[in-house]
């Protein structure tokens, strides 16, 4: 097992990917054996009952690949241009909170990963190290997702030094403003360990909302600090940077955005740690592109678990993938090395999707690449939870 972050615990034993790792799946399937009991029930589970969490991984059984023949791929890649930028594999690593839990050296050896692949990796605010730290290790390719913060002139700040440590987007979340706990955490006693503290956030000063109007309730007075159109408004006043929103799921949502100006959106329900009883990130996919029109950045996250998950999305309309638990698991299992792994296996499963599939490159991958299939048979994501 990972020890717990401590400024006084012994460095963590070299990384090494252990036997038994052959797909991108395998580092969720050992993640148990490598995490506290209760840090994995905190990353695994969605909020409330966990719908959300689970439909986004049966999203991806409705759908299977149709092989084609005899076309030649040998001239084959996976280089992408997202939102103008080139990357060399259309997968990110996603924002995820808290990395500390899973791995003593948490993004930093995130950054490191990504450093390694060519990978953009996306930082969260609630990071458990501070952003500069994870810049530094990172390669050029970084973003950084903002969560608003009560105060603006926090949420500024944050922005700014994102600005300073040459991060090169701005990813605001809006389909967290509240989160309820998962019963899957709660039933396993997770209770986040003071020594993992978000490192960015630190420093602010706490602030209060006013008293609740008479028979208010305490849902709606703790969205007293949820951010609102004229909130994006602001903040797209406030950087040079890309600003894309991540959590849009309504087509409607979509081009709104869209025509005030963003500069692309993540297709996401949070991993099914938002609104439980979301559906399916996937299921939502098609939709939005269609609303948006071709050619305008559209990201994707939830569910994935294979690089033919990755050709699923990209077929159902995404330009590129974020990668979110599964990061943390390959973390878990062998740190900045297992991360790296993964996306190695994650890129070469997808690239064997592609062969067979007879796609040569990403612009080759559309929705006739897969076919409608009705989940007759137990699937992999019904053997395994999230
Ligand atoms: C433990 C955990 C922490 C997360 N923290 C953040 C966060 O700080 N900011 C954010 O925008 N999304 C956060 N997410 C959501 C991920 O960015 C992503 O949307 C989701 O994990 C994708 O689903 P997947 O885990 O099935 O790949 C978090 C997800 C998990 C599992």
């Known amino acids: 097992m990972t020890p717990a972050l401590s400024s006084t615990a012994p460095p963590p034993p070299p990384d090494r990917i252990p036997p038994g790792v052959h797909g991108a799946l395998d580092y ?11 840090h994995h029930a905190y990353v695994a589970g969605g909020s409330g009952l966990g719908v959300s969490a689970q439909a986004n991984r049966r999203a991806f059984d409705g759908w299977a690949v149709l092989p084609r023949l005899l076309r030649d791929v040998r001239h084959g890649h996976v280089r992408a241009v997202v939102g103008g930028e080139a990357w060399e594999h259309p997968l990110a ?58 105060r603006r002139e926090d949420t500024l700040q944050l922005v700014r030094r994102a600005e300073a440590a040459g991060y090169r987007a701005i990813v605001v979340t809006l389909d967290a403003a509240l989160q309820t706990a998962g019963r899957q955490a709660l039933a396993a006693g997770f209770r986040m360990p003071p020594t993992c503290v978000a490192e960015n956030l630190r420093g602010q000063a706490p602030v209060e909302p006013p008293a609740p109007q008479p028979g208010q309730g305490r849902v709606f007075h703790a969205m007293h ?29 979509a081009t709104a955005l869209q025509a005030r100006g963003v500069a692309g959106i993540v297709v996401s329900n949070h991993g099914g740690r938002g609104l439980d009883g979301a559906p399916a990130s996937l299921q939502m996919l098609p939709a939005v592109r269609a609303a948006v029109g071709p050619g305008w950045p559209v990201l994707f ?28 698991y390959a973390l878990a299992v062998a740190g900045a090395l297992g991360v790296a792994h993964l996306l190695r296996l994650l890129i070469e499963e997808l690239q064997a999707c592609m062969a067979l599939a007879g796609c040569a490159t990403l612009a080759d991958i559309g929705p006739g690449a897969l076919v409608a299939q009705p989940p007759a048979f137990p699937s992999l994501s019904e053997e395994m939870p999230c």
């Open 225 to 253: 600090f949820a951010p609102t159109w004229a909130d994006l408004d602001w903040l797209m006043a406030q950087t040079h940077l890309p600003v894309w929103v991540k959590g849009v799921l309504h087509p409607e949502d």
């Open 28 to 38: 969720a399937l050992l993640a148990p054996k490598h995490m506290d009991a209760a």
């Open 93 to 150: 690593l996603a924002p995820v909170a808290f990395q500390a839990l899973a791995h003593p050296h948490g993004e930093i050896a995130t950054a490191r990963a990504a450093e390694a692949t060519g990978t953009c990796l996306v930082a969260s605010t609630l990071s458990s190290r501070t952003l500069e730290s994870i810049a530094q290790a990172s390669g050029p390719a970084r973003w950084f997702q903002l969560y608003f913060q009560p």
């Open 301 to 328: 996250d939830g569910g994935i678990r294979s690089g033919t998950d990755v050709f699923k999305a990209l077929a159902l309309g995404a330009d590129a993938v974020l990668i979110g638990r599964l990061q943390v």
